[in-house]
């Protein structure tokens, strides 16, 4: 049996009026699993009143996060009702975030891909270092992207480099 530690997990620290929420699983390029999901919406829904600015990181220097952990897909999302909880697990993550009143940051280093990209979307801001890389690779692995998730795109980037990335799965930066 893995150890919380191994298996990933996100993390939450108030530091003065700052809220940091850190998704910690460097061994996966910070990939999140199923119970991740569920850990990260209810980390967002404990979010004191009095927090003044949420920050969103990725644990270690690699990811900010590589998105779903796709090593349980075929645990997780095997019957339409798996893939609709998974589907509900994720998506209640990114709405509770995308609805906090405090203003939110998302602060990318390294991979932002696939669900790390929804996430970031997820966030008022953006800072990424010069070494991230985005992509979302869910037409090659036969997933569809989310209506909210490709409104959310399309407000950040143009139509064609949108298309680009939900169609082709480019890698994008350095």
């Known amino acids: 049996m893995l150890d919380r530690d191994e298996r990933g997990r996100v ?28 850990e990260l919406d209810a ?21 900010f996060v590589a ?25 209640s993550a990114f709405r509770r975030l995308q609805e906090l009143p405090q203003p939110t940051v998302a602060l990318i280093r390294g991979y932002c891909i696939g669900g790390g990209v929804a996430l970031a979307l997820s966030c008022d801001i ?18 569809g992207y989310s209506v909210d998730g490709v409104k959310k795109l399309l407000d950040a980037v143009s139509v064609p480099v949108a298309m680009d990335m939900l169609v082709s799965a480019p890698v994008f930066g350095s």
């Open 67 to 91: 998105g779903a952990d796709i090593s349980e897909f075929s645990q997780n999302r095997r019957a339409p009702a798996d893939v609709a909880a998974y589907e509900a697990a994720a998506g």
């Open 126 to 143: 953006r800072f990424a270092s010069h070494d991230s890389r985005f992509a979302i690779p869910a037409a090659r692995l036969g997933l």
């Open 11 to 38: 993390r939450a620290e108030q530091r003065g009026p700052v809220s940091w929420i850190t998704v910690d699983n460097v061994a996966k390029h910070n990939a999140v699993s199923l119970a991740m999901w569920r």
């Open 43 to 63: 980390t967002i829904q404990s979010i004191d009143a009095g927090t003044r600015c949420v920050v969103l990181q990725g644990a270690g220097e690699k990811a």
